[in-house]
């Protein structure tokens, strides 16, 4: 009821948390816009959302065509950013021991995931009602989790201070991000069967609900930030609880050193 009828922009919204953001808030009652690159794509996607839904092609990256974008879009009540760029590839590219990473797949998730945020952000805060939010994404990566994340890592803790940066300079205008633990989307297709199996195996076993996460159950903290008036500045956590487990790994010295290559996956 909160959203009938509120403009809900979703960029990154043609596959996965994007999509089932999408998807709920369109089920909410809100007119949804989603923003991506490919135009195959976001027509999919607009046919799996139904409902009042607009597609635009979009590179976040591009400073030029994010300011365009918003130049010429409608009064947003929720606008949210949930893109990772596929053509920065996974493991051993920018998932990998820092004397691995190919700084090229770095440069280009960097640009993507913390760049291509804040033009989002400074762009389309213009275009926003008073009342209206912004939430971003971050990531579990941010917090570490298996070794291999010095650009990941890092890239989403820039992600997490811009969202307290903004939040301050934009109010009341409200800016937070969602902090997705490991979740089944498209992102892990160029994975291997079996390496995506462990990694899934592995998460599900340290986490307190014993599974990874789905799109749906990511997008109901996007939903909850969208609503939650009272709320500005903070990064949550939508990780089945994965944050707990880990501290008490920790606490019990289980947590396998970042570093040790008999721990690469
Ligand atoms: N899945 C997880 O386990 C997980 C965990 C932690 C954090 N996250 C974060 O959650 C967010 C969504 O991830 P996901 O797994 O849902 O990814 P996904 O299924 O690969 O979706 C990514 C979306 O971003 C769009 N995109 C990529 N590069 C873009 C660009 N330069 N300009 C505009 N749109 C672009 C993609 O469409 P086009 O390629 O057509 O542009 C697609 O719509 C990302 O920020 C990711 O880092 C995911």
């Known amino acids: 009821v909160k959203l009938q009828g509120k403009h809900v922009v979703v960029v990154g919204g043609s596959s996965g948390i994007g999509l089932a953001v999408a998807q709920t808030a369109s089920a909410e009652g809100a007119r949804v816009t989603i923003a991506s690159r490919s135009e195959t794509r976001l027509s999919a996607a607009a046919a799996s959302i139904g409902g009042a839904v607009a597609t635009v092609a979009l590179d976040v990256t591009d400073v030029d065509a994010v300011e365009r974008f918003f130049a010429s879009i409608e009064l947003i009540d929720h606008l949210v950013c949930a893109v990772r760029d596929s053509e920065a590839g996974l493991r051993d590219q920018y998932i990998a021991p820092l004397v691995d990473i190919d700084p090229r797949a770095g440069l280009i998730y960097l640009k993507s995931k913390f760049w291509g945020q804040l033009l989002v952000t400074k762009y389309g ?36 201070g811009f969202v307290k940066k ?76 994965f944050q707990v487990a880990a501290s008490v790994e920790r606490q019990e010295g289980r947590i396998i050193p970042a570093g040790d290559p008999s721990s690469r996956s």
């Open 166 to 241: 903004a939040a301050r300079e934009l109010g009341p205008i409200r800016v937070n991000a969602v902090s997705p633990g490991l979740t089944d989307t498209p992102t892990y297709d160029p994975l291997p069967v079996d390496v995506k199996r462990a990694l899934f195996a592995e998460y599900a076993e340290r986490s307190p609900l014993g599974r990874t996460g789905t799109p749906e159950d990511i997008a109901l903290g996007y939903l909850f930030l969208m609503t939650a008036t009272f709320v500005t500045g903070t990064v949550l956590d939508v990780d089945g609880g």
């Open 125 to 160: 805060c213009a275009r926003m009602a008073r009342t209206g939010s912004i939430t971003l994404t971050s990531g579990i990566a941010s917090r570490g989790w298996v070794p291999g994340h010095t650009v990941i890592g890092p890239v989403n803790c820039a992600v997490e």
